[in-house]
T-cell receptor
Framework: GAGVSQSPRYKVAKRGQDVALRCDPISGHVSLFWYQQALGQGPEFLTYFQNEAQLDKSGLPSDRFFAERPEGSVSTLKIQRTQQEDSAVYLC????????????????FGPGTRLLVL | AQSVAQPEDQVNVAEGNPLTVKCTYSVSGNPYLFWYVQYPNRGLQFLLKYITGDNLVKGSYGFEAEFNKSQTSFHLKKPSALVSDSALYFCAVRRYSSASKIIFGSGTRLSIRP
């Protein structure tokens, strides 16, 4: 079956512009995660959804970052008034079960959206 | 606090030779440990994980990793490297807790020369 998909794959934004990044998780997956991967670094956790509920947003770097998953499937990560330091690859991952089993579930990652803020 | 270290930015190995990609971790309590691989312009692909039980874990593409609790290590190994193994490898750790986040290392670039 289809894996996790993300769109757009590449986004160039001018500083101050708002952007929206989309994630389509694997069908039926309950848990959805967003990560930010800076150049030369490992992914860093941003936020977690269980169905439509955003249970953890502690990794969002500022109030310019907002994520939603209104129907418990597709999720959108929105960045307002983008800054150059927001340039990174944004990864989405999903798992079939709620993330309350001690964290042993394998996460399935999408290809990422590469954001470049000029 | 939990953390993971990959001390080598790059590992170079000749095709057919064994390879090791190092990972050490710091976590309170029991860890869950993962290895992911990232090919250019693609997302992370799961290789293997240690949850409990046998310290030697076998994963995809002939890779294996050994959990060493006393040394807090989880090194990735393969007996005979292939050129197609060239990629970026990430070790990750998570504490046994529903409230914990997965923490990734900074990655090791594996280069296999023909």
């Amino acid at each position: 079956g289809a894996g996790v998909s993300q769109s757009p794959r590449y986004k160039v934004a001018k500083r101050g512009q708002d952007v929206a990044l989309r994630c389509d998780p694997i069908s039926g997956h309950v848990s959805l995660f967003w990560y930010q991967q800076a150049l030369g670094q490992g992914p860093e956790f941003l936020t977690y959804f269980q169905n439509e509920a955003q249970l953890d947003k502690s990794g969002l770097p500022s109030d310019r970052f907002f994520a939603e998953r209104p129907e418990g499937s597709v999720s959108t990560l929105k960045i307002q008034r983008t800054q150059q330091e927001d340039s990174a690859v944004y990864l989405c991952a999903s798992t079939p079960s709620p993330d309350n089993r001690g964290g042993k579930e394998t996460q399935y990652f999408g290809p990422g959206t590469r954001l470049l803020v000029l | 606090a939990q953390s993971v270290a990959q001390p080598e930015d790059q590992v170079n190995v000749a095709e057919g030779n064994p390879l090791t990609v190092k990972c050490t971790y710091s976590v309170s309590g029991n860890p869950y440990l993962f290895w992911y691989v990232q090919y250019p312009n693609r997302g992370l692909q799961f290789l293997l994980k240690y949850i409990t039980g046998d310290n030697l874990v076998k994963g995809s593409y002939g890779f294996e990793a050994e959990f060493n609790k006393s040394q807090t290590s989880f090194h990735l190994k393969k007996p005979s490297a292939l050129v197609s193994d060239s990629a970026l490898y990430f070790c990750a750790v998570r504490r046994y807790s529903s409230a914990s986040k997965i923490i990734f290392g900074s990655g090791t670039r594996l280069s296999i020369r023909p």
